[in-house]
Nanobody, 125 residues
Framework: QVQLVETGGSSVQTGGSLRLSCAFSGGPYIRYSIGWFRQAPGKGREGVATILQSGTTYYADSVKGRFTISRDIAKATLYLQMNSLKPEDTAMYYC???????????????????WGQGTQVTVSS
């Protein structure tokens, strides 16, 4: 069974940086696309960034130029480097594994059946 464990969430001030990690286990990592999603209080879950099996990356417009998704295949670990953080980035961040195949699917949670428990990011002004 695929398992995902996120770490790295914390409280930071506006303009600060954080790096989230997502450890993958329970299957061949390279078979899956891995994405980062977030859910702010009172809001729905939204896709933040995804790296497809091919290595192609996609980002939500709200984080382009500030967040970078990457992976270490040997370590079966996914990262989300978050720079220039804003209060509106405050949310629970989840990583998820699935098989989206295109840009139109890459940030849709319905294509990701496996989810981690989340890690909290709080950005104060």
């Amino acid at each position: 069974q695929v398992q995902l464990v996120e770490t790295g969430g914390s409280s930071v001030q506006t303009g600060g940086s954080l790096r989230l990690s997502c450890a993958f286990s329970g299957g061949p990592y390279i078979r899956y696309s891995i994405g980062w999603f977030r859910q702010a209080p009172g809001k729905g879950r939204e896709g933040v960034a995804t790296i497809l099996q091919s290595g192609t990356t996609y980002y939500a417009d709200s984080v382009k130029g500030r967040f970078t998704i990457s992976r270490d295949i040997a370590k079966a670990t996914l990262y989300l480097q978050m720079n220039s953080l804003k209060p509106e980035d405050t949310a629970m961040y989840y990583c998820a594994a699935g098989t989206p195949k295109s840009m139109s699917q890459a940030l849709l949670e319905s294509y990701f059946p496996f989810w981690g428990q989340g890690t909290q990011v709080t950005v104060s002004s």
